[in-house]
């Protein structure tokens, strides 16, 4: 056993025998960026001026992971492959639609896992994607307890962004308040059994916003006043020597009434006025402290339930957005602002000083590290064909990392995304640079074709980490691309150190 392997089994042990298993609070948000003050950074194009007290307070507790990455920024593929812990090219869906038990195999959900080692599973609101992509029921295996998701409230197709005034909250909930509420309930439910020894929870709560619409009450924009405070991007053009594969159109927002009547196509450098934009961008940050109050109520309950030495509570993403950064929005792309997300754990007697790394990780981690934090078996590492095996990760556990923030556990991380359900962007992301091959893909047999490469792209983040330069071309960098693609085709394996 080497010196890694001896510590967990120490961790592990002692967690067993000192505190026994411990419950799982998992919140997950739709669409959220690092837009968070704990993850503000002069070096970064995030607003310098969130309000988010709540979250701002869980990641000064937890273990907190500036660099993650999705595997796929769009909900159905991300929610599919870190509920699993299975990469996309493992779970075969790359769309909201496909069921991973019907295109991928019988793998367990994080929620699965926990019900079949005696917890009591309960989910609320957007954990799936939903409908067709988790059975049309929520994936009913996965819980022992009746699923919730809410009803969308004051959304329509009308509008973009809408800020709910307080007279017609009197008799109306916003979805995420009815999520926190229901979760809210069954945590006092729930912890009566936790409480004398009969079962632990795993409870997961989906948050819809900051994805769009953005809709919230109106007190919440009244944090983002003067309008004078937000500011437009700095960067609202495409990258020089971007290719035009790597685009993505943001119909997603376009659909909208609103944005419709602009008149905008969503083509390379066809941007929306700058009044749009400050608008959206203010909005936007509203929905996220919407989001943060709402999951403040959550975490509070855990508190006033006197759990808070025994649950864990973890927060992350299903992928970023973008604001307008290059004149696009929206995700379903690999730049940066699509793929990062925010990811932390709480795990209490073990980061409540709170631990920072700046490590790569990928939300395929989250489901090991979860199991290993509240004191589960460690699942093993998926061997290359695991179709058939229903528990384990092709992930890694991040608890080393709370010993050792800066102890290297893999140089990489790795996402993709389609185009034109005929062509497979592959892109690797290391400390420095971010590197993307365009290239073939059989979508009847999941199948790369590395051969048919047809466009590339690399970013020297050190230098531009806004993404405004595609140097793939520059003499200058040939060694680095040759290492890059070497290393992107020999996969997320060969990235463990
Ligand atoms: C609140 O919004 C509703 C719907 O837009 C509107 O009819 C109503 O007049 C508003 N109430 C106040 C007090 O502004
Ligand atoms: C634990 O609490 C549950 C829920 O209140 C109750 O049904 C059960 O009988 C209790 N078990 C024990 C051992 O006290
Ligand atoms: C986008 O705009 C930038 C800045 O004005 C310009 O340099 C670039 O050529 C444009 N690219 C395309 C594809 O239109
Ligand atoms: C949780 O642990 C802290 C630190 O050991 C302690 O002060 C606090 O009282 C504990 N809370 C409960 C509810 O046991
Ligand atoms: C995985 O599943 C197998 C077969 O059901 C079981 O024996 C094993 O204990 C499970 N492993 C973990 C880590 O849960
Ligand atoms: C993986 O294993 C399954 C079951 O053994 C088999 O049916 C399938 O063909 C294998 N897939 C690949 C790509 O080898
Ligand atoms: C990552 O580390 C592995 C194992 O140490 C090594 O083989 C690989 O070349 C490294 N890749 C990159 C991109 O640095």
Not at 42 to 59: E, G, K, R
Request: net charge negative; proline share 5%.
């Amino acid at each position: 056993m080497d010196r890694q392997g001896f510590r967990l089994l120490v961790l592990v042990v002692f967690f067993q025998t000192c505190f026994g298993l411990k419950n799982v609070l998992f919140l997950i948000a739709s669409d959220l960026r690092p837009e968070i003050g704990a993850y503000y950074s002069t070096v970064s194009q995030f607003y310098p001026f969130m309000h988010t007290p709540n979250i701002d307070a869980l990641a000064a507790k937890s273990l907190l992971m500036k660099n993650a990455h999705v595997q796929y920024a769009n909900c159905g593929p991300s929610r599919s492959s870190f509920m699993t812990g299975r990469r996309p090219d493992t779970t075969g869906v790359y769309n909201n639609n496909d069921y991973w038990r019907t295109v991928g195999g019988p793998f367990e959900t994080i929620p699965e896992h926990f019900k079949l080692n005696g917890y009591n599973t309960a989910g609320f609101g957007k954990v799936f994607y939903g409908g067709s992509s988790s059975g049309d029921d929520d994936d009913a295996q996965s819980w022992t307890e009746t699923y919730f998701r809410g009803s969308k409230t004051f959304e329509s197709k009308e509008n973009s962004w809408h800020a709910i005034n307080a007279s017609s909250l009197v008799n109306d909930r916003l979805v995420d308040e009815q999520i926190a509420d229901e979760a809210i309930a069954s945590l006092q439910t729930l912890a009566q059994e936790a409480i004398n020894g009969t079962a632990n929870f795993f409870v997961a709560v989906g948050f819809r916003r900051p994805n769009l619409p953005f809709v919230f009450p109106d007190d919440v924009m009244s944090m983002y006043y003067p309008e004078a405070s937000i500011t437009l991007p700095s960067n609202p053009y495409v990258p020089a020597n971007m290719p035009s594969i790597a685009w993505s159109s943001w119909g997603a927002l376009r659909r909208y009434d609103d944005i419709g009547a602009l008149g905008v196509n969503g083509n390379r450098n066809n941007t929306l006025p700058d009044a749009n934009v400050l608008e959206l961008r203010r909005a936007y940050y509203s929905s996220i402290t919407w989001v943060d109050e709402q999951l403040g109520r959550v975490v509070d309950e855990i508190q006033n339930l006197g759990l808070e030495n025994d649950t864990i509570i973890s927060l992350i993403s299903d992928n970023g957005f973008l604001l307008g950064e290059h004149g696009g929005w929206c995700k379903n792309s690999l730049f940066e602002l699509a793929t990062r997300v925010p990811m932390m754990i709480h795990i209490p007697g073990l980061t409540d000083g709170g631990i920072v790394s700046y490590e790569l990780a990928e939300l395929v981690d989250v489901f090991p590290t979860v199991v290993e934090a509240a004191g589960l078996d460690p699942l093993s590492l998926c061997p290359e064909n695991s179709s058939t095996i229903t528990n384990c990760t092709e992930g890694l556990s991040l608890l080393p990392l709370t010993t050792n923030p800066c102890m290297g556990l893999k140089n990489a991380s790795f996402s993709q995304q389609v185009r034109k359900k005929e062509v497979m962007g592959y892109s690797i992301r290391t400390q420095r640079y971010r590197y993307t091959e365009w290239i073939d893909f059989d979508f009847s047999t999941n199948t790369p074709d590395w051969t048919a490469l047809r466009d590339q792209e690399l970013y020297d983040l050190t230098a531009d980490f806004e993404q405004n330069f595609n140097v793939v071309s520059d003499s200058g960098y040939s060694g680095v691309v040759s290492e890059l693609s070497a290393a992107l085709q020999s996969g997320w394996r060969n990235a463990i150190i």
